[in-house]
Each structure stands twice: as C-alpha cells, then as structure tokens.
C-alpha cells in the first residue's frame, strides 16, 4: 500500500510544484478555464502519474479520475480565488487532491486506520509537549516580558508578531533537540541567533535593548528545555513500565 501511495503523491508533487511555473499560475489566475496553462497543467499530471505507475493497465482508471478530479478541484480554486483567503484555498486545494489520491489508494488496496494509536499516551505526551513550548510559553513570555517597555522597539519597524513567531520557532527547535539528544544542537542555534541579534544589539544607545535581548532569549530557551526534560523523563518512565 505504502509504494501506491508513495507513487501517487510523487506525482502529485512533481506536477503541482516541481512542474509548474510561476508563469503558469498567473495565466491562470488571471484567465481560469480560458487559460491553455491549465490544460497543459492536467497534462502534466497525466504524464507524471503514468510514469510513476509505470503505464500500467491496471491503474488507467484511476489516473483518469485523478487527472479528471484535479482538473475540477483546480478550476474551483481559481473561481474561488480573492473571494476566500488565499491560505485557507491552498490548505483546501491540496487536501482535497490529498483525499482523491487516498480514496483511489483504498479502492485498490483497502486499508483500516487504527484511531486508538492517535490517542496513544506517547501522541498525547507529545501533543502536551508542543502545545506548551507554543502557546503555554508564549502566554508566559507575554507575561513575564512586560515588566519592561523599550522605547526604542517600534511595532512599525517589524513584521507583525514576527517576535512571537520566531520564539515559537526556536522553541519548537530546542524541544526537538532535547528529544533527539542533540544538546550541541542547542548550542549552534543560540549562535546563530545572536549573530542575526548583533546589529540590533550594536546600535543600542544603552545596554537596555542588550538586557532585554538577553532576558527573552534565556527564558525562553529555558522554557523549551524544561518541557523537553520533563517529556523526555515522561517517555522514559513509559518505556520502563512498558518493560
């Protein structure tokens, strides 16, 4: 089942990104079912899924519902574009192709999934985990953080929530780190932090920037490390008492 399923979403990637311009997609933003690039789009498909299947007979059908439904799914799209946001259309577009390539997969090699391994003690460990380096933390940073307000730090000269987002980032990099065992890891990634910090740090008028830098960073690589400490104890006493 897994080298279907393999071979289908290759080809599925292969033609969606791999095999398609940026030309492409704005000839079709701009001409929808008028536009020859979303034809020679489903032909491209056609031929990817053939190749990866091999030409075999025995998969004709269903390269043909394939090609057939992804033609529909992506002329929907681009009917639906600047009315939905543009985010949310993508996550549907390729989730629908998702469902088709996974319905063709059942209807060739029928397979169950097991929901009782989603809500395994090891998922919802992990699933606490990530929940409380991303959100749990950010709330706590939030909190703590506010205690100072810099002068100097101006929402205008910064992405929007940009701070919140690369915390959650390196977080979430420190956590996996500390999973994996790759403390050294950790090391490279506060190095590399400060070297994009530097400029910012050097043209502080006073050393308040430089505390404040210092204080976030710390805390919250400290906040990723307990939690990655205290799932890796959690996963340990699991595997013991499994034993």
């Not at 749990?136 to 506010?146: F, G, N, T, W």
Request: overall charge positive; charged content about 15%; proline content about 1%.
């Amino acid at each position: 089942m897994m080298l279907l399923v393999l071979k289908l979403i290759i080809a599925h990637v292969l033609g969606d990104f791999v095999l398609q311009p940026d030309t492409w997609v704005a000839d079709k933003k701009e001409k929808k079912q008028a536009s020859l690039f979303l034809y020679l789009h489903t032909l491209v498909h056609a031929v990817t899924l053939l190749c990866m299947l091999s030409f075999d007979r025995r998969y004709l059908l269903a390269i043909l519902i394939i090609v057939f439904s992804h033609f529909l799914i992506d002329l929907i799209k681009l009917n639906l574009d600047k009315k939905v946001n543009f985010k949310l259309l993508f996550l549907l577009d390729q989730l629908a192709h998702l469902l088709v390539i996974a319905g063709i997969v059942y209807w060739y090699q029928p397979f169950s999934i097991d929901l009782s391994r989603v809500y395994s003690i090891e998922i919802l460990y992990l699933v606490l985990a990530i929940i409380a380096v991303t959100s749990i933390s950010s709330v706590i940073m939030k909190l703590l953080m506010s205690t100072w307000n810099l002068n100097e730090d101006h929402a205008k000269d910064s992405l929007e929530k940009a701070g919140k987002y690369i915390g959650i980032l390196e977080r979430l990099f420190v956590f996996a780190f500390i999973a994996l065992g790759q403390w050294a890891a950790i090391g490279f990634l506060i190095t590399a932090k400060s070297v994009f910090r530097f400029g910012d740090l050097s043209k502080a008028k006073d050393r308040k920037l430089t505390e404040y830098v210092l204080i976030g960073t710390l805390l919250s690589f400290g906040l990723a490390m307990i939690v990655g400490l205290l799932y890796t104890y959690a996963m340990g006493i699991l595997s013991v008492t499994e034993i």
